[in-house]
T-cell receptor, first 112, second 113 residues
Framework: DAKTTQPPSMDCAEGRAANLPCNHSTISGNEYVYWYRQIHSQGPQYIIHGLKNNETNEMASLIITEDRKSSTLILPHATLRDTAVYYCIVRAVYNQGGKLIFGQGTELSVKP | ETGVTQTPRHLVMGMTNKKSLKCEQHLGHNAMYWYKQSAKKPLELMFVYSLEERVENNSVPSRFSPECPNSSHLFLHLHTLQPEDSALYLC????????????FGSGTQLSVL
């Protein structure tokens, strides 16, 4: 699996967009980018995933660069409840199944 | 509510005790997982079950013994644990073993005295 690099922490003002970057320069053609988040003392929660096209759902948007070496998770209007650790994971689908390997992630603090 | 329920939420046990963690999923999934999260460390995958068969055991000490009696239930039996085993133990499920969209429970916070 491709290794990912994320900043350890970020701050965001409530109501503003939170843009969380992730570098995955060694990503292979069959590897997807997944994002999860973990609110304190809870289990991780799936947010979104994509291969090469930009994706959007009710929680967030995922922007993947054309060369696929980096991506950005966008929370369009961050709230205090979005304060969490955000994990970027690169994984080949149908390769050894759901063995998601979590890194240290980015600790996002949304401030009033 | 993720559809994955773990009990108990908190557990304190001595090193000579035997206890069990329980996980139940109501999502009709066929794969279930145990993860361990120690303080300030990334999640570590411990065990994976697919259709009630263990398909992964990540070099976990034998004092941790998983059991998957059916596709909806997963247990982690604990005995003679060490203080360093204190951690948050998370259960997850997915539709299939090959599906990366995992649904996690809220975890059991375990303290070993």
């Amino acid at each position: 699996d491709a290794k990912t690099t994320q900043p350890p922490s970020m701050d965001c003002a409530e109501g503003r967009a939170a843009n969380l970057p992730c570098n995955h320069s060694t990503i292979s053609g069959n590897e997807y980018v997944y994002w999860y988040r973990q609110i304190h003392s809870q289990g991780p929660q799936y947010i979104i995933h994509g291969l090469k096209n930009n994706e959007t759902n009710e929680m967030a948007s995922l922007i993947i660069t054309e060369d696929r070496k980096s991506s950005t998770l966008i929370l369009p209007h961050a709230t205090l409840r979005d304060t969490a650790v955000y994990y970027c994971i690169v994984r080949a689908v149908y390769n050894q199944g759901g063995k998601l390997i979590f890194g240290q992630g980015t600790e996002l603090s949304v401030k009033p | 509510e993720t559809g994955v329920t773990q009990t108990p939420r908190h557990l304190v046990m001595g090193m000579t005790n035997k206890k069990s963690l329980k996980c139940e999923q109501h999502l009709g999934h066929n794969a279930m997982y145990w993860y361990k999260q120690s303080a300030k460390k990334p999640l570590e995958l411990m065990f994976v079950y697919s259709l009630e068969e263990r398909v992964e055991n990540n070099s976990v000490p034998s004092r941790f013994s998983p059991e998957c009696p059916n596709s909806s239930h997963l247990f982690l039996h604990l005995h003679t644990l060490q203080p360093e085993d204190s951690a948050l133990y998370l259960c997850a499920s997915s539709l299939r073993f090959t599906n990366e969209k995992l649904f996690f429970g809220s975890g059991t916070q375990l303290s070993v005295l």
